[in-house]
């Protein structure tokens, strides 16, 4: 990649929210209120507002319009006030005049039991504190399930077989791609500008810029706002992205793993021989060693983190650590955090404090911080850690940029050589007796002959003893990037997406039991595929999306991944944010504990 310079990095795109509305909206609105002089009296605010648009569209429309396909409580479920809803089903409806046609029949209170008070009729919905009874997975906890949550609703976490693990994706490192809207159009974003449009719950699509990497944003909103601004921002998502509730769903699913990627600014401290002043203890934000000038990152708080091991060992839930990120990008993606800039860590020196020091040694230093904090750990929360990576795919996409003659390392050996390093601080280590594995993530896109390279190195590196007991070997697996595997609405795939199901099972099969085989043959010990997803195509916009064809696609790569013994965990837990990508990226959207709202888009 060439070189960018900074004022080139990404361009500022200005967010015309208000050319997004109608001209005419705000006299409509104000005549609703004036003809129907309702919001007055209820001090409603929007919500009161709309709710008389609504009336006025059926006087207009005459009360047929609420029989149009889909507006119906049948459809919509015996909800809350949703404004993108055609007509209402809750009670207040009566009073706005806005209420489905079968709202009496399915919702109202004064509705027979089997109607107003089932899941049948309300949907297998979130809490609804008007409901008299609920229809989500933490009824049972509260004892206050509708009689009929088992038949209708409760079978929704077995509507597809549960992968060994998840990630918690776009959390703690940054994907521009997870927040991107309803544009996002690539998981490897294309060209040098990103897809990033906001980042809930403060930084909102109605910011001056979309960004590219995490590193990149945090500078700019440094510059543009303060440092306590951009502090308050990242640390807003963090406390909100994941929340106990999430942990609780996950459990509940069956599932026993979470894997939750980090930044290598969890252990920014460790770099102090550096420069003692920029990557002192405690400090909120940290410049990347060597773009300092263009990319800052806010570091994690090591307390939280031990904090977030204690409510995992709560759920009963083993938690693997993943630094994801080294110092001036590892890879060529946006989760380097570097990017678009091109990554330094495998050929760059440091340019803060003292000048000259190779970022791959600075990495090191980070590898010894993060075992030796994982070591000092309390007895609870090291009960919770089942596993560390201590780099994920290492010089990722290096083979494509040494063939476009902008090569990133020295070659696969340097990479090998690294990552046996850092493999042997783990070895010497109290992990390994602590019952503490290690996954070796390794990527195709850093070798030329993978299978050929990566096996005979493992074979090398490990003992069989250790294969065979603490060393996991890792290697992700997706089809959407994979021509006579992926699937596309139209020709160009190994399927189009309107195929019989049983047709692309079929090919679906053939594809993972090949691959499956050649891992099995190839790789001698302990193995784990910590990122998968049911994409397929890495378009989402081209991609297949019926919900009966992901179910089956998930079914078969789990079973699949369970006969061959490889540990499995789905990329990725939540995804609201980047809505194009959810169908086939979030696992929680799978399951049904999250759907597509209003309120996610309006943030992004």
């Given at each position: 990649m060439k070189w960018v310079s900074s004022s080139c990095v990404f361009s500022f795109i200005v967010f015309l929210s208000l050319a997004r509305r109608s001209s005419a909206a705000p006299d409509l609105e104000l005549e609703a209120l004036v003809e129907d002089a309702q919001c007055s009296d209820l001090g409603a605010g929007s919500d009161c507002a709309l709710q008389a648009m609504q009336l006025r569209s059926r006087r207009v429309l005459g009360e047929d319009a609420t029989l149009l396909a889909g507006e119906s409580c049948q459809a919509y479920g015996c909800v809350g006030y949703v404004g993108s809803h055609a007509c209402q089903c809750n009670e207040q409806c009566r009073h706005f005049g806005n209420c489905c046609h079968d709202f009496e029949s399915r919702c109202s209170v004064a509705a027979s039991p089997s109607a107003a008070g089932s899941c049948q009729a309300f949907g297998c919905v979130g809490y609804a504190s008007n409901h008299s009874c609920q229809c989500n997975e933490k009824c049972r906890r509260h004892d206050n399930c509708c009689h009929d949550f088992e038949v209708h609703c409760a079978e929704v976490r077995q509507r597809f077989a549960v992968p060994r693990g998840v990630n918690l994706g776009g959390w703690l490192v940054l994907e521009d791609w997870f927040f991107s809207g309803n544009s996002g159009r690539h998981v490897m974003t294309k060209g040098n500008k990103g897809q990033g449009a906001c980042l809930p719950p403060l930084l909102h699509n109605s910011q001056e810029t979309k960004w590219p990497s995490e590193g990149i944003l945090t500078k700019w909103l440094e510059r543009s706002r303060g440092e306590e601004a951009a502090v308050q921002i990242f640390e807003a998502h963090r406390q909100s992205f994941i929340g106990e509730s999430d942990l609780e769903d996950i459990a509940r699913l069956g599932i026993r793993s979470v894997r939750i990627p980090l930044p290598w600014t969890a252990f920014a401290d460790a770099l102090s021989p550096l420069d003692a002043e920029a990557y002192a203890p405690g400090a909120k934000i940290v410049p990347d060693p060597y773009y300092r000038d263009e990319v800052s990152f806010v570091t994690?708080?090591?307390?939280?983190?031990?904090?977030?091991?204690?409510?995992a060992a709560h759920h009963n839930l083993k938690v693997f650590l993943d630094l994801h990120t080294m110092p001036g990008g590892s890879s060529d993606a946006t989760y380097s955090g570097v990017w678009p800039l091109p990554p330094k860590f495998w050929i760059g020196n440091a340019r803060v404090g003292k000048s000259g020091h190779p970022l791959r040694e600075a990495g090191l230093l980070i590898v010894d911080a993060f075992i030796q904090w994982v070591e000092s750990l309390g007895e609870v929360e090291l009960s919770a850690v089942g596993g560390l990576t201590l780099l994920n795919e290492p010089a990722h996409m290096s083979r494509r940029d040494e063939a476009r003659g902008e090569a990133f390392t020295k070659g696969e050996k340097q990479v090998m050589e690294w990552v046996a390093e850092a493999a042997s601080a783990f070895r010497h280590s109290s992990l390994p007796a602590r019952g503490v594995k290690l996954y070796v993530s390794m990527t195709d896109?850093?070798?030329?002959?993978?299978?050929?390279?990566?096996?005979?190195?493992?074979?090398?590196?490990?003992?069989?003893?250790?294969?065979?007991?603490w060393a996991v070997f890792d290697v992700h697996f997706y089809d959407a990037w994979t021509p006579k595997c992926s699937g596309r609405v139209n020709p160009g795939g190994g399927y189009v997406c309107s195929q019989p199901i049983e047709e692309i099972r079929s090919l679906v099969h053939s594809c993972h039991e090949d691959y499956l085989s050649l891992f099995a043959k190839k790789i001698d010990g302990l193995k784990a595929s910590t990122e998968f997803s049911v994409a397929t195509f890495e378009d989402p916009v081209l991609a297949c999306r019926d919900e009966r064809l992901l179910h089956m696609y998930l079914d078969e790569q789990v079973n699949i991944f369970k006969r061959f013994q490889v540990e499995a965990?789905?990329?990725?837990?939540?995804?609201?944010?980047?809505?194009?990508?959810?169908?086939?990226?979030?696992?929680?959207?799978?399951?049904?504990?999250?759907?597509?709202?209003?309120?996610?888009?309006?943030?992004?």
């Open positions: 994690v708080d090591r307390d939280w983190l031990a904090g977030l091991l204690r409510k896109s850093a070798f030329q002959f993978y299978w050929d390279t990566v096996p005979a190195w493992w074979a090398r590196t490990f003992s069989r003893q250790e294969r065979h007991s965990f789905f990329w990725s837990w939540r995804m609201p944010y980047g809505r194009n990508f959810e169908s086939a990226w979030s696992l929680k959207h799978l399951a049904g504990l999250e759907t597509l709202s209003d309120a996610s888009t309006e943030e992004c």
